[in-house]
């Protein structure tokens, strides 16, 4: 059984139909794109071939065999005329054998065209570049001035190849319009590889711009590519003003300020060469020439390939600072790639036994209650989970939902549960890679001869290894095999390496495993998201972060119930001693006075983290400033405590099916049971989060609700008060009650109407908002929606 494999440009590859015995027929169409036609892929057409692949499988369900492969030129698809605009070209390919490309394995008939016809195209190329295509092909064809013949080293060539461009900056750029001063001057690099898209970087503001622009581009190093890096004349960097008005389309009326041919022949020698500098902008003749002109700017870059043992480049080791990926035009992560992500963190999280909380803490260097873009770049570095530089900013920047460069811990709560939809994906990948390593055994291979076979450098791409797993007869459909592929590439740089491969069968073939997803106990379900992380002990040892602000949060709320509604008045009954000071007998006195219900042990720690200077007495100052930061609706603190709530409401659900008649009896039933033990009953944190999971409650957030519940002076927990606090807390669902009257509610509805029929009535206005993917408007979409369209309306009454 074989089939044809066609590699085009950077589209996806595409494989015709199956077919048996040695005069097979294939009768499969192809189609590629859509894509835009402009100068780099014309040329590409001019220079350019599509590559296919002849593989061939044994009727019994062995690996996949390279048979031969052939190259179609693309230039005769350049021969458009006026009589005949989209020509057909026909013809007969000869594939070439794997071992000696001068023998025949076998030969193709095919047909190709253009979908549409590019006729307008081609000839606004001539107008361009002074002559046609074909004129181009024929150059490029004849002889070895071309730079036929070029190699590269080894390791590079026909390899693909992730090739990083980093625009750093312009400076002393000179305006190309007259009496335009600098400072008016909005500079934008643009910049092409052939095969690519044209990339461009962010817009700036005078003559010198930081754009610390990167772009990851996946090359093929073959003789095609060696011959442009040769002789191409290098890649070209134009600098254009976007404050010029547009003129006409060449470069010079589309406001070109300057350009630089950067040379990439030293990149061939060696996988690890690097090209950095700061390349001089010009306008005019080449440089060296009669025409040649000053400088009218500089431009500071650097291009590299990327290093194949990892593709993670840590901040700390030179990996460069981007801005958001949408704003630079770079790809962002898709909600799959997100949820994935977020998922490893959990699973790795779970193994590091550290709750997700404290994970937050220990990162938040400035202790602010906030991760920075650096900070939770350095939290998601400390994940071995496969992330660049690029793709963590992503996450961060897809976490900041209001785009002020912060993330509270609310944020990250978010997060979580987006990675939880991702639980039932990697469990499928498991078993998937399961009866991958299931197949290899019954067929006698080896991974690393499993994977030889499809890929001699390590690095398979998607093709490869779609081959690879047809080959084990699993019966997977193409959408699966895309799915399997994006949850194989661990560091999305669009090839597998045999790293990542094995990584993914030693989890399902080892007892234990050292990635971030840890081998499923049989009993244990790994779609659930992870247990409590921090055990009693750890939690004795020492008081983190979170639970110092949660219990600094349940002190200014104990305050505020006394009729302390302010910080200051609540300070102003904390007794002092003589010098003004106040030591931990003083705190407790104020403690107890207003009801806070802490424990000793938490006191203890509390008075400990305050007495920073350790002269056994603090000054109220520090007590206030600890209140004020935890009195912000953003802290830690008061998000913790929104969450206990949550979790209070589930449990006062829960209660509602148990016999006694009052809340708080109920939940001491319920604890004596999980307990096992009779009175007096002594609750520890491991019953209370037996006890709140049976009622329904979320168990990643178990260590929030023992921080936030009162607790009696021994710190076991304080059951009447919980149950009070149980009781009063409102069930799901509850929570936003509509205090509007019927004829307040009409009144708004009506101003609601009078302002919609400016647009055409409530279903026009319904159709011109933007809604989300379900075709439905949530609450934000409508609060955005309704502040466009009135003014009369408060965003509590909406």
């Known amino acids: 059984v074989t089939l044809v494999l066609a590699e085009f440009m950077n589209c996806d590859v595409g494989c015709s139909e199956t077919s048996a015995g040695l005069r097979p027929r ?24 599509v590559r296919l692949e002849l593989q061939a499988f044994s009727s019994s369900g062995t690996s996949a065999h390279v048979v031969g492969r052939a190259s179609l030129p693309l230039a005769a698809l350049l021969d458009c005329t006026p009589q005949d605009t989209n020509p057909v070209v026909a013809g007969t390919l000869c594939f070439a054998s794997e071992v000696d490309t001068r023998v025949q394995i076998a030969t193709v008939r095919y047909k190709a065209r253009w979908r549409k ?33 070029v190699k590269a080293a080894a390791g590079l060539m026909d390899a693909a190849k992730a090739l990083v461009v980093h ?73 254009f003003d976007a404050a010029a008005p547009p003129a006409g389309e060449t470069e010079e009326q589309l406001g070109l300020i300057g350009e630089v041919r950067v040379p990439l022949s030293q990149l061939l020698t060696s996988p690890f060469a690097q090209l950095q500098g700061r390349f001089p902008l010009r306008r005019g003749g080449p440089q060296g020439s009669a025409t040649e002109l000053p400088p009218v700017g500089y431009m500071e870059l650097s291009i590299k390939w990327q290093d194949d043992a990892s593709t993670v480049l840590a901040p700390a080791a030179g990996g460069p600072t981007v801005a958001e990926a949408d704003y630079f035009g770079m790809q962002g992560l898709t909600d799959e790639q997100y949820q994935v992500t977020w998922q490893r963190v959990l699973r790795r999280l779970h193994v590091l036994s550290v709750a997700p909380v404290d994970w937050f803490y220990k990162y938040d260097a400035d ?9 939770g770049c350095a939290a998601l570095s400390s994940m071995p989970i496969g992330l660049s530089v690029i793709e963590m900013e992503q996450v961060f920047n897809r976490m900041d939902v209001r785009r002020r460069g912060l993330v509270t811990l609310d944020n990250l709560a978010a997060a979580f549960e987006e990675g939880k939809k ?120 020492a008081m983190s972060e979170a639970w110092h602000d949660v219990c600094l949060g349940r002190l200014l709320k104990a305050c505020q119930d006394s009729g302390w509604k302010t910080v200051d008045k609540a300070v102003e009954h904390l007794p002092t001693r003589e010098d003004g000071l ?31 200077e350790m002269r056994g007495a603090i000054p109220p100052r520090e007590l206030r400033t600890a209140l004020l930061r935890a009195d912000v609706i953003d802290s830690p603190a008061q998000a913790t405590m929104r969450r206990a709530n949550d979790c209070m409401s589930a449990m006062h659900q829960g ?48 260590d929030e609700l023992w921080f936030s519940v009162p607790k009696l002076r021994d710190n076991s927990l304080d059951i009447e008060a919980l149950g009070s606090k149980v009781a009063a807390a409102p069930l799901p669902g509850e929570g936003s009650v509509d205090e509007l009257t019927d004829e307040h509610c009409a009144i708004l509805l009506g101003r609601l109407k009078k302002a919609l029929d400016k647009y055409g009535g409530a279903e026009k206005a319904f159709h011109s908002f933007r809604t989300g993917s379900d075709g439905c408007l949530s609450r934000a979409e409508l609060e955005a929606a309704l502040a466009d369209t009135t003014k009369d309306i408060c965003s509590a009454h909406e």
């Not at 705190?587 to 042990?601: E, P």
């Open 117 to 149: 016809s590019i006729m307008q195209q081609l000839q606004a190329y001539t107008l361009r570049r002074g002559m046609s295509p074909s004129d181009v092909a024929a150059a490029f064809a004849a002889g070895p001035a071309a730079g036929a013949g």
């Open 167 to 239: 625009v750093a900056n312009v400076t002393s750029l000179v305006p190309a319009r007259p009496g335009i001063p600098p400072e008016m001057l909005q500079p934008y690099v643009s910049y092409e590889v052939p095969g690519q898209k044209e990339h461009f970087t962010k817009t700036g503001n005078g003559p010198n711009v930081s754009f610390e622009d990167v772009s990851r581009l996946i090359v093929r190093v073959d003789t095609d590519f060696c011959r442009w890096a040769e002789g191409g004349g290098g890649l070209p960097f134009m600098v």
């Open 582 to 612: 106040a030591a931990r007998a003083e705190l407790m006195a104020f403690v107890t006075r207003c009801r806070a219900r802490l424990s000793d042990w938490e006191l203890d720690k509390m008075f400990a983290k305050l007495d920073g």
């Open 422 to 541: 991702a639980a039932p994906l990697e469990q499928w990948a498991r078993d998937a890679y399961r009866r991958v390593a299931e197949a290899l055994q019954r067929q006698g291979w080896t991974p690393q001869q499993a994977f030889d076979a499809v890929t001699p450098h390590r690095r398979a791409q998607k093709r490869e290894f779609f081959a690879l797993i047809t080959s084990l007869d699993m019966g997977l459909r193409v959408e699966q095999l895309e799915w399997l592929w994006k949850l194989s590439d661990t560091n999305s740089d669009g090839l597998l390496d045999f790293s990542e491969f094995v990584a993914r069968l030693s989890e399902v073939t080892t007892g234990s495993s050292t990635t971030a997803f840890t081998v499923p106990k049989p009993s244990q379900d790994v779609s659930e998201p992870p247990e409590t992380t921090v055990s009693s002990a750890e939690a004795a040892a």
């Open 367 to 375: 202790k602010d209650g906030f991760w920075s873009k650096q900070e």
């Open 26 to 49: 294939y009768d499969s169409l192809l189609s590629f794109g859509a894509f835009e036609v402009g100068d780099a892929e014309i040329e590409h057409f001019a220079r350019g071939a």
């Open 655 to 702: 209660l509602l099916t148990y016999r006694p008649a009052t809340t708080v009896s109920a939940l001491r039933t319920l604890l004596s049971e999980v307990a096992a033990q009779k009175e007096p009953l002594v609750v520890q944190r491991e019953e209370l989060a037996a006890a709140a999971l049976r009622l329904g409650t979320d168990k990643v957030w178990m």
